[in-house]
């Protein structure tokens, strides 16, 4: 149980378009959904704490109006970066967390941006 | 902030070899303390957790004991394996025990282990 599913799992783009990541708990519902940016040989950065029904707490330095969160279901949450540039090539990946067991989260497998 | 900071790798073995990576924290509160393990290509898995002082979490052969005098949270295994070989996360969260209002967590930058058979 608590399967955590992201899609796409790696995407190319074009400098300047928008891509829409999915995060989806699969076997559970999940009040609170987080995102985060894993750079090479680096720990992986919480960038946003995302509530459903409500809008998304930003952690500090990242811009909200470039990375929408929308959680708008108990199983859904998507990340959407806005005209993606080189720089935010990355490896983004959510986590999910049960309601049953305090301070467990459940990673998604991640998905590969590249911005050309 | 709450930190963690854990061993610099890569970490090689060779199989049956003894593991320890350390990892320090410094936190506010009464944090839980957690080792996330990543194989190759796939999501992070938690591996084993402890919530209070002088729990030890246990999972796989893996242990690791909440050491609140010294902060430490360090990740043991006494036989490795090929198939242990992956990139280990320590973490913390300070959520419900610490009275926090979420459950967000602070990695550490990650150990690459590698076990040669």
């Known amino acids: 149980g608590a399967v955590v599913s992201q899609h796409p799992s790696r995407v190319i783009c074009k400098s300047g378009t928008s891509v829409k990541i999915e995060c989806r708990s699969l076997d559970f519902q999940a009040t609170t959904m987080f995102w985060y940016r894993q750079f090479p040989k680096k720990s992986l950065m919480l960038m946003a704490t995302s509530n459903e029904g409500s809008k998304a707490t930003y952690e500090q330095g990242v811009e909200k109006d470039k990375f929408l969160i929308n959680h708008a279901s108990l199983t859904l949450s998507t990340l959407t970066v806005t005209s993606a540039h080189p720089e935010d090539s990355s490896f983004y990946i959510c986590?999910?967390?049960?309601?049953?067991?305090?301070?467990?989260?459940?990673f998604g497998p991640g998905t590969r941006l590249t911005v050309l | 902030g709450d930190s963690v900071t854990q061993m610099e790798g890569p970490v090689t073995l060779s199989e049956e070899a003894f593991l320890t990576i350390n990892c320090t924290y410094t936190?506010?509160?009464?944090?839980?303390l957690f080792w996330y393990v990543q194989y190759p290509g796939e999501g992070l898995q938690l591996l084993l957790k402890a919530t209070k002082a002088d729990d030890k979490g246990s999972n796989k052969g893996f242990e690791a004991t909440y050491r609140k005098e010294t902060t430490s949270f360090h990740l043991e295994k006494g036989s490795v394996q090929v198939s242990d070989s992956a990139v280990y996360f320590c973490?913390?969260?300070?959520?419900?025990?610490?009275?926090?209002?979420?459950?967000?967590?602070?990695f550490g930058k990650g150990t690459l282990l590698t076990v040669n058979p």
């Open positions: 986590s999910a967390e049960a309601g049953t067991n305090y301070n467990e989260q459940f």
């Open positions: 973490a913390l969260s300070e959520g419900l025990y610490s009275g926090g209002s979420n459950y967000k967590l602070t």
């Open positions: 936190a506010t509160g009464y944090p839980s």
